[in-house]
C-alpha cells in the first residue's frame, strides 16, 4: 500500500522539479519531409537534454518565410531556432538579426561541413546558421522511355537536344508529358529554374549599375524556349505546379524529363514513395550558351535569432540536428535514402549511404561546382545563383514569376510581360535607392 | 393538368441534387482522408478499402486536440466578450436613439473593410510590447474587435424590432434601465443574441490571418494547424484532407447544431 | 428642445453615451490606433528589412503607390470580385430560397446539407477546391471533362479570376440562402393565396410578392457579405498567389505583397489608408443605400 502511494509522489515531485528548471525551445520550421523526419527524431534528443522542451511551429513554407521575417525584423522573441535558406542567412546576419555559431565544438566537426554550402550561409567569414540539408539542380529522366524513343543520353545535355528529346518522349494520350519544369510563381519556385535558364543563356538580372536587364536579348530567347517548350511538352496545368507537385507528377511516371532539385533524387529513388524507381536516370542540367550558373545552389539552414532567450539550448539543438551523428541515425531509422544530403563530405564516404544512393556523387559534384559568387557570362554585383542577395529579390523575384507565369499561360506574349517585369523591378530598384 | 404528386417529386429531385453538388466539396474531401495517398490522387472512385493511416500520421506530427483546444477557447471567448461589450450599445442605440446613432454604425461596419494586413506591422509591435503575442488572451482580444461591428449591428436589427410599449411600462414602474435590460429585454431577445454569438463563433473559427501571424506554439488554434499541412513534399492529398477534416468537423457539426437557433434568431429581427 | 422622449433617456441614470461607450471606446481605440500608427507610417521611410533607411518621407509613398499600374489593376480586380460574388449569391441564393421552402422529401436533412460550406474555414474550401476539385490532372472536375470527352479545364491558368469567384460565391452562398430562406419563412401565405386566386402564376408571384417581401433580407446580405468580400485574401493566397500576372491581385493582396514580401512598411501603409478610404466611399454610397431599405 503504503509503496504504491509513494511511486507517484515521487515520480510527480521528480517531474515537477524537472519541469521548473526545463528551458523551452520553440523551432519554427518548414513542412518539407526531412523537417517532418527531423521533428519525428527529436525525441533522441530530449532525452539526451531533459531540461530542454521542443516545441514546434511547422509551416508552410511561404507562410514561415512571412512569419519569421515580421519576428525577426520586429524583435519579437518568439522563436529559439529558425529554419532559413541561404537567401536569407547572410541579409540576416549583416543586419545583427542572428547569432554567429563560430567556435563549434570539435565533435561536431566542423571542417566536415561542405564548403560552399557553409559559405553560402556566412557573412563576413562567420557561420550564421547551419546547414540541415543543402541541394543542386540536376536533370532526372526516364531510362524506359528514352530507350524506347532510341535516344542516347549524353554527358552534358543542352537545352536544345532536351527540346528534341521532350518532341519524341511526349505521349499525353498516357498521360506523359515530354518534360515537367517547374511554373508556380514564386522567387523560390518557377524563378530559381528560370534564373538558372536566363544564366545559361547569357543572361543575368542586373548589370554593375543595378540596371534590370529583362528585357534583354538572352532574357527573351531564355523565357521564349521555356514557354514554348513547356506549352508543347509540358503536363496540364504547369504554370501551376511548383517543386512538390512536380516530384508528385514524375514519381507517379507522368513526366519523360524533369529538371529540378538534387534533393528530390532520395524520394524519387525510394520505391516506398516513387513509381519509377527502377527506371530513374540522372543527367546535369541542360546548358546552352553558358555552363556557368546552369544549375543552382540552395540550402536549408537552421539559425539562432538574437531575440531568443535560450540561445545556450538552441546552440545545442542546431548542433545536434545538423551532426553526423543525427545523419546516422536518420540512416538506420528511416533508410539511408532518407539521409538529409548535401552538407557533410562523411556522408558523401559512408558505405550505406553509397549503396542506397547510385546518385550521391553525382549530387556531391553539382553542389560543390555551383558558385554563387560567379555565376553569369557577363559580370554582376549580386552574388547567388538563382537568388539575387538583396532583400528586394523577394518582391522582384515575386512579380517578375508572376509575369512570367502570365507568359505561360498566354495571357500575355513573352515581350509583354518582359517589358512589364522588366519596368516593376526598375521602379523597385529606383525605390530602394539602388538606381539614382 | 399538372399532377401534384410529379410536381412535388420533381421539385426534390431538384433540390436534391443541388444540395448534393454543393456539398460534394466537403463530402469528397471527408472520403478522401480515408483513402491511402495513392488512391487520393487516382480517378476517383468510391470503391476502396478506409484507412485511418493519414490520421494516425496527422496526429503523430501536430497534437490535433492542443490545436482544436485553443480554437474553442479564443472563438467562444471573443464571442462571450463581444455580447457583454456590444449588447447594451446596441441596446441604447435601438431604443435611445440619436442623431449620430446611424454614423457611428456606419462607421463601426466600414472598419470592418480594412484589410488587416495593412495593420500588421503596427499591431505586431503592439502585442510585442504588451507581451501579447502567442497568447490566447491576445488572439481572443483581436477576435474580440474584429467581430465587435457586426455584432452591434446585428443585435441593433433585432432590438429595433422588439415592441417599445414593454419597455414604456417597465418605466412606469420605475425600473432602472439596468434591470430594464436584464428582466425585459434579454428573454426577449435571447434567440437574436444566440443567433448573433452563433455566427460570432464560425467567423473567429475560420479567421487565418491573425491566427497565423500573432501566434506561434502556444495560442495556434486550427487555422496554423492546417498551414502546416497545406504544400508538403510528395503526395499529400489524403493527409491534407484528414487534416482538414479534423479542422472543420466541430464548427460543422456545431453549425448543424444551432442551425435552427440560428434561423430562429434571423426570423426574429435582421430577416424580417 | 427638450422633448418628453429625451427626458425619459435619463431614467434609470444612464445615458446612451454611457451605455455605448464600452463598444464605441473599444472600437475607436482599434480603430485609431493603428490607423494613426497607419497614417504616420505612410508617411515614413519604414522597411522592415532595411533598418538604416528611415525619416520623413513626404508623399513619397503615396507617389509611388499610385503611380503603380498595379493598383488600379488591383481595384478593378477588388470590384469585380465583389461584383460577381454578391450577383451569383444573391440571384442564386434568392432562387435556392424559393426551393428549399418547398415541402419535398428530408427537406431538412437537404437543407443542412447545402448550407455546410458557410462553415468551412476559408483556407480549407481553397485547398479543397484547389487539389481535389480544380487540379488539371486529379481534380474531380478534370476527371468529369473527361468522361464527357472533354478537354479538362486548367482552372488556375486560363480562368484565374472565375475560379477564385466560383471558390468564394460556394462559400457565400450558403449564407445568402441562410438569410433569405429565413425571411421566406415570414412571408405571408394567405397574400400568396389571393394573388394566385386572382390568376397570377408563379414567376408573377415571385416578382411582384416574394422579391418585394425579401428586399430587407436582400439588403442584409448584400451589407454583411460586401464587408467581407473586399477584403478576401485566403482563397487567393492560397490558388493564385494574385496571378497569373496581376489576373487575380485584389486591393487586400496587393497590400499584402507590400506588406508581407517587401516588407515596406511605409508602402503597406500608403495601401492601408487607400484601402480605408474606398471602404469609407464604399460605405458611403452603398452601405447608405442598403441602410435605407433597413428602415423600412
Request: aromatic share 12%; glycine share 6%; hydrophobic share 50%.
Amino acid at each position: 500500500m503504503k509503496l504504491k502511494h509513494a511511486l507517484p509522489l515521487a515520480g510527480i515531485a521528480a517531474f515537477s522539479t524537472l519541469a521548473a528548471q526545463a528551458e523551452t525551445l520553440t523551432v519554427a520550421t518548414v513542412n518539407n519531409n526531412d523537417m517532418v523526419i527531423m521533428q519525428r527524431l527529436s525525441s533522441a534528443f530530449e532525452e539526451a537534454h531533459p531540461d530542454i522542451d521542443l516545441e514546434w511551429v511547422v509551416l508552410e513554407e511561404n507562410v514561415l518565410r512571412q512569419r519569421l521575417t515580421t519576428d525577426i525584423a520586429t524583435n519579437g522573441g518568439q522563436f529559439d531556432v529558425m529554419t532559413i535558406g541561404t537567401y536569407e542567412a547572410p541579409i540576416w546576419a549583416e543586419r545583427g538579426w542572428l547569432e554567429p555559431l563560430q567556435d563549434l565544438p570539435e565533435a561536431y566537426k566542423p571542417d566536415d561541413l561542405i564548403k560552399p554550402v557553409l559559405d553560402g550561409l556566412s557573412y563576413d567569414g562567420k557561420p550564421y546558421a547551419l546547414p540541415f540539408y543543402a541541394e543542386s539542380s540536376m536533370m532526372y529522366y526516364r531510362k524506359d522511355l528514352f530507350e524506347k524513343a532510341g535516344i542516347e543520353m549524353t554527358d552534358q545535355p543542352t537545352w536544345t537536344e532536351v527540346r528534341d528529346w521532350a518532341s519524341k518522349i511526349n505521349d499525353p494520350d498516357n498521360d506523359v508529358a515530354g518534360i515537367c519544369l517547374r511554373g508556380k510563381p514564386g522567387w523560390g519556385e518557377n524563378m530559381a529554374f528560370v534564373t538558372t535558364l536566363v544564366n545559361t543563356y547569357g543572361g543575368r538580372w542586373f548589370d554593375m549599375d543595378w540596371n534590370p536587364e529583362i528585357d534583354s536579348k538572352a532574357w527573351n530567347e531564355a523565357i521564349t524556349f521555356y514557354v514554348d517548350l513547356l506549352n508543347d511538352y509540358g503536363p496540364a496545368g504547369a504554370s501551376s505546379n511548383g517543386f512538390n507537385e512536380n516530384l508528385a507528377l514524375f514519381s507517379r511516371g507522368n513526366c519523360g524529363m524533369w529538371v529540378d532539385a538534387t534533393s528530390a533524387a532520395g524520394k524519387l529513388y525510394n520505391p516506398d514513395e516513387s513509381d519509377v524507381a527502377s527506371k530513374l536516370g540522372f543527367a546535369p542540367a541542360p546548358v546552352a550558351q553558358t555552363p556557368k550558373g546552369s544549375h543552382w545552389l540552395w540550402s536549408w539552414a537552421l539559425a539562432i535569432p538574437s531575440s531568443s532567450d535560450a540561445k545556450d539550448a538552441a546552440r545545442e539543438f542546431v548542433t545536434w540536428a545538423t551532426s553526423q551523428e543525427y545523419i546516422s541515425m536518420v540512416g538506420e531509422k528511416e533508410g539511408w535514402t532518407s539521409v538529409p544530403p548535401g552538407t557533410r563530405q562523411s556522408t558523401y564516404k559512408n558505405d550505406h549511404y553509397q549503396e542506397a544512393a547510385p546518385f550521391a556523387d553525382f549530387v556531391l559534384d553539382a553542389i560543390e561546382e555551383a558558385d554563387p559568387t560567379d555565376a553569369t557570362l557577363k559580370p554582376v554585383p549580386y552574388t547567388g545563383v538563382q537568388i539575387v542577395s538583396i532583400p528586394e529579390f523577394q518582391s522582384v523575384g515575386t512579380q517578375v514569376g508572376q509575369m512570367i507565369a502570365a507568359a505561360l499561360t498566354g495571357e500575355m506574349s513573352v515581350e509583354q510581360a518582359l517589358s512589364n517585369a522588366q519596368r516593376a523591378t526598375r521602379r523597385t530598384m529606383e525605390r530602394a535607392g539602388y538606381i539614382k | 393538368m399538372t399532377n401534384p404528386t410529379v410536381k412535388r417529386f420533381a421539385i426534390g429531385l431538384l433540390a436534391w441534387v443541388i444540395a448534393f453538388v454543393i456539398f460534394f466539396p466537403i463530402f469528397w474531401m471527408v472520403l478522401t482522408g480515408f483513402k491511402t495517398e495513392t488512391e487520393a490522387v487516382a480517378d476517383p472512385s468510391l470503391i476502396f478499402s478506409p484507412t485511418l493511416d493519414s490520421y494516425a500520421e496527422v496526429q503523430q506530427r501536430a497534437d490535433y486536440f492542443k490545436f482544436a483546444w485553443n480554437s474553442v477557447v479564443v472563438a467562444f471567448g471573443s464571442t462571450l466578450l463581444a455580447l457583454i461589450i456590444a449588447i447594451p450599445s446596441a441596446y441604447s442605440m435601438s431604443f435611445l436613439p440619436t442623431k449620430r446613432t446611424k454614423g457611428t454604425l456606419l462607421w463601426m461596419l466600414s472598419t470592418k473593410m480594412l484589410p488587416p494586413v495593412g495593420v500588421l506591422v503596427p499591431i505586431y509591435l503592439l502585442f510585442r510590447d504588451t507581451g501579447l503575442l502567442d497568447t490566447k488572451l491576445g488572439l481572443t482580444i483581436v477576435y474580440t474587435l474584429m467581430n465587435l461591428p457586426i455584432v452591434v449591428w446585428m443585435l441593433y436589427t433585432f432590438f429595433k424590432d422588439l415592441p417599445k410599449d414593454i419597455l414604456e411600462a417597465g418605466r412606469m414602474d420605475g425600473a432602472s434601465t439596468f434591470q430594464e435590460v436584464w428582466h425585459l429585454l434579454l428573454p426577449l431577445t435571447v434567440p437574436g443574441i444566440a443567433s448573433t454569438g452563433l455566427l460570432s463563433v464560425i467567423l473567429s473559427w475560420n479567421e487565418a490571418f491573425w491566427s497565423l501571424n500573432l501566434t506561434s506554439s502556444q495560442a495556434a488554434p486550427l487555422t496554423a494547424y492546417i498551414a502546416s499541412f497545406s504544400s508538403p513534399e510528395g503526395l499529400f492529398w489524403a493527409k491534407l484532407s484528414a487534416a482538414s477534416t479534423m479542422a472543420i468537423a466541430p464548427i460543422l457539426v456545431f453549425g448543424w447544431l444551432t442551425q435552427k437557433q440560428m434561423v430562429r434568431g434571423l426570423t426574429f429581427g435582421a430577416v424580417k | 428642445m427638450n422633448k418628453p422622449r429625451a427626458a425619459g433617456r435619463t431614467v434609470g441614470g444612464l445615458r446612451p453615451l454611457a451605455l455605448q461607450g464600452p463598444a464605441v471606446t473599444l472600437l475607436f481605440l482599434w480603430m485609431i490606433v493603428p490607423l494613426a500608427m497607419t497614417v504616420w507610417f505612410s508617411f515614413q521611410r519604414y522597411n522592415l528589412l532595411m533598418p538604416g533607411m528611415t525619416g520623413f518621407a513626404g508623399l513619397e509613398n503615396y507617389e509611388y503607390l499610385f503611380t503603380d499600374p498595379a493598383l488600379w489593376t488591383a481595384m478593378l480586380n477588388t470590384l469585380l470580385l465583389v461584383g460577381w460574388v454578391l450577383v451569383i449569391t444573391v440571384v442564386g441564393g434568392t432562387l435556392l430560397a424559393v426551393l428549399f421552402q418547398q415541402e419535398f422529401f428530408g427537406r431538412g436533412i437537404a437543407r443542412v446539407l447545402v448550407i455546410s460550406p458557410f462553415f468551412v474555414m476559408p483556407t480549407v474550401s481553397a485547398l479543397v477546391w484547389k487539389n481535389l476539385m480544380m487540379h488539371p490532372a486529379n481534380g474531380v472536375l478534370a476527371w468529369l471533362a473527361g468522361v464527357f470527352g472533354a478537354e479538362p479545364v486548367d482552372w488556375f491558368s486560363s480562368l484565374p479570376m472565375t475560379s477564385i469567384v466560383i471558390i468564394v460565391a460556394w462559400q457565400w452562398l450558403p449564407f445568402a440562402l441562410l438569410i433569405l430562406l429565413t425571411a421566406m419563412q415570414s412571408l405571408d401565405d394567405d397574400q400568396v393565396e389571393a394573388a394566385r386566386m386572382d390568376g397570377a402564376g408563379p414567376v408573377a408571384i415571385f416578382f411582384f410578392i416574394t422579391l418585394p417581401h425579401l428586399k430587407r433580407a436582400i439588403s442584409v446580405v448584400i451589407m454583411i457579405e460586401m464587408i467581407f468580400l473586399l477584403t478576401v485574401f485566403a482563397e487567393i493566397f492560397v490558388t493564385t498567389s494574385g496571378g497569373p500576372g496581376l489576373a487575380t491581385t485584389n486591393l487586400a493582396y496587393l497590400i499584402y505583397i507590400r506588406a508581407l514580401l517587401d516588407f515596406d512598411v511605409g508602402m503597406a501603409s500608403a495601401g492601408g489608408v487607400v484601402a480605408i478610404i474606398l471602404a469609407n466611399i464604399v460605405a458611403i454610397f452603398l452601405v447608405r443605400m442598403v441602410a435605407k431599405n433597413l428602415d423600412e
